[in-house]
């Protein structure tokens, strides 16, 4: 079939198989250049490793650092005339390419906050890998299913106060303003259930219990804290109550399991996740415009390569690894509080780089990528490695 992208606000309801496969391989491009200064594990548990930062971990560790990969994720095949979504043929995609090279790469496909989705994992690393010593924890989900049955929804609000500013409407390409209402305790308990530490604690024990965690392993789970401009929705927000949760987590895992658990803050960047926050895709425009004409704009996978080469061990005066330096370098967030306060809905394309935004939304979905002829028929039912 001919497959064109369909897109509804922030998110894209078809995938592109052979975008998706040349993307995922320009990424692994990257990752080989630093083959030799990857050393972080050896046989890497990536949960959530199908799209943005979970994938490009896996793909660093991988082609970076010659690494056994089993990830987890939440993805849907191709049936009818549905496509399967990206990280079905990212996953399909990075799987072929890992078994060309030599490298084991399995995928569980299922909900990871289920009990049932963890034994599973734990079966396929006692059947094919022995232990892991690298567990990434990139989950970005919207909903947890507790283990009682009932579901935690996590939102994106404030704390406290509603809060009013600038933002995009990503169908129109229209500056406007949004007002943010505050999280009641119940949203922000949820948002905490979702997206903080309790399902990375509980993987963490499950592995430890099986006797399949590496003495001594890596985990790491992923954060954002950003310019005070976007702290309401934030880093001051639920998401942000959440995050906070997740560090917490971090320092208890290390004490109770004698690992080493550690969040890495990362830079913003257009993923499917980070294109659902109110404010924050107009921040990532701007931030795109000024760090291109700086050079030194990253994606997720220069973002991943920079963490597994040359960022661990190294911590802030909290303890977090910040990867998102070059962001917060004082002359960056200068040159975007400037644009931040001049942009409107006249003068988008002067200050933001709306079409470098656009096309990482499209590229997520395997459209716009080079040499790929989009009016060919294409195969959408394509196979991963299930462990
Ligand atoms: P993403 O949406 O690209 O990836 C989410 C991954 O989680 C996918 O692999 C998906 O399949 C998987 N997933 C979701 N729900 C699942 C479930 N129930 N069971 C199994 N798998 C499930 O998200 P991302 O932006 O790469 O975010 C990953 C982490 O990085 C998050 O913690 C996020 O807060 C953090 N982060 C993101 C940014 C950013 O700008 N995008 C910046 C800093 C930190």
Sequence with gaps: MVIEPKVRGFICTTA???????SVLAQINTAKKYAGK???????????GSTGYGLASRIALAFGGGASTLNVMFERPASGVRTATAG?????????????????????NGDAFSQEIKNRVIEAIKRDLGTVDAVIYSLASPRRTLPDGTVANSVLKTVGENF??????????EVGEVTVTPATPDEI???IKVMGGEDWAAWISALNDAGVLEKGALTLAYSYIGPELTYPIYTNGSIGMAKRDLFYTAQAISKKYGITARIS?????????SAAIPVVP?????????MKKAGTHEGCIEQMCRLFAEKLGKYDSEGYIRLDDLEMAPEIQKEVAKAWKAVNAQNLADYADIDGYWDDFYRMFGFKCDGVDYSADVEPNVAIQEA
């Design 282 to 290: 107009l921040y990532i425009s701007l931030l795109y415009k000024v």
């Design 265 to 273: 803050v990362n830079k913003a960047l257009v993923t499917q996740s």
């Design 164 to 173: 009013t500013n600038k933002t995009i409407d990503l169908r129109t390409n």
């Design 16 to 22: 592109h198989p052979e975008g998706c496969a040349k």
């Design 189 to 191: 308990d949820a948002t």
């Design 88 to 108: 079905w043929y990212n996953t399909a995609a990075f799987e072929r390419e890992a078994a060309k090279s030599g490298l084991y790469a399995k995928s569980v």
């Design 38 to 48: 990857i050393t972080a594990a050896k046989r890497a548990l990536v949960i959530g």
